[in-house]
């Protein structure tokens, strides 16, 4: 099992409607996470992090928590083909190893106009 | 505030060369976090430095190196290169603090190493 999963997709979704990404973790420890967005041969950019149960947030994106389901999401509203890219789940497992990420392979996400 | 800067972005070498990486981070910052992305493995961590220390490694082997300088800029060494060394290398930069809110990690461009 490894350690961070995501569907690699490709997730296909029409301009304007609701993505939805998901991301499920093995390690019951892990304290923060967090959705990089990486465009084609560019590096890895932070769009969220969340580190409670529930809900956060930011603009279009909402990040979901779930410690007790082991299950982090990202919900990308009113998409738009600009948010064509991989989305990449991380997660940082006990805060004694603040500089250690573990990743996902990341999903795929197409916006078609 | 200027962001994560690594360098050189592009490097070609061949076999049994080594190789050495830059990278400067955000200006503050005491966490810098190196990372491997390759098509197959994705992102993998290699090491973390924090204040002159190596605090963190991932499971690569001795050839991988690396260390941070007082000014919180690191640099990386791989020796003996092979030819799946190739790969787009990523640092980061963090606060570096346990507490959750301050580890935040921002990447820089990376250097694309190409090992023939």
């Known amino acids: 099992q490894k350690e961070v999963e995501q569907n690699s997709g490709p997730l296909s979704v029409p301009e304007g409607a609701i993505a939805s990404l998901n991301c499920t973790y093995s390690?019951?420890?892990?304290?923060?996470f967090f959705w990089y967005r990486q465009y084609s041969g560019k590096s890895p950019e932070l769009i969220m992090s969340?580190?409670?149960?529930g809900d956060k947030e930011d603009g279009r994106f909402t990040a979901q928590l779930n410690k007790a389901s082991q299950y982090v999401s990202l919900l990308i509203r009113d998409s738009q083909p600009s948010d064509s890219a991989t989305y990449l789940c991380?997660?940082?497992?006990?805060?004694?190893?603040?500089?250690?990420?573990?990743f996902g392979q990341g999903t795929t996400l197409q916006v078609k106009p | 505030k200027a962001g994560v800067t690594q360098t050189p972005r592009y490097l070609i070498k061949t076999r049994g060369q080594q190789v050495t990486l830059s990278c400067s981070p955000i200006?503050?910052?005491?966490?810098v976090s190196w990372y491997q992305q390759t098509p197959g493995q994705g992102l993998q961590f290699l090491f973390e430095?924090?204040?002159?220390?190596?605090?963190n490694k991932g499971n690569f082997p001795g050839r991988f190196s690396g260390r941070q300088f007082s000014n919180s800029r690191s640099e990386m060494n791989v020796s003996t290169l092979e030819l799946g060394d190739s790969a787009l290398y990523l640092c980061?930069?963090?606060?570096?603090?346990?507490?959750?809110?301050?580890?935040?990690?921002?990447f820089g461009p990376g250097t694309r190493l190409t090992v023939l």
């Open positions: 991380a997660v940082n497992r006990r805060s004694s190893n603040t500089g250690k990420l573990i």
């Open positions: 980061a930069s963090s606060l570096g603090l346990a507490e959750s809110s301050y580890n935040e990690q921002f």
């Open positions: 390690d019951r420890g892990s304290q923060s």
């Open positions: 969340i580190y409670s149960n």
């Open positions: 200006s503050g910052h005491r966490s």
């Open positions: 430095y924090f204040s002159e220390t190596q605090r």
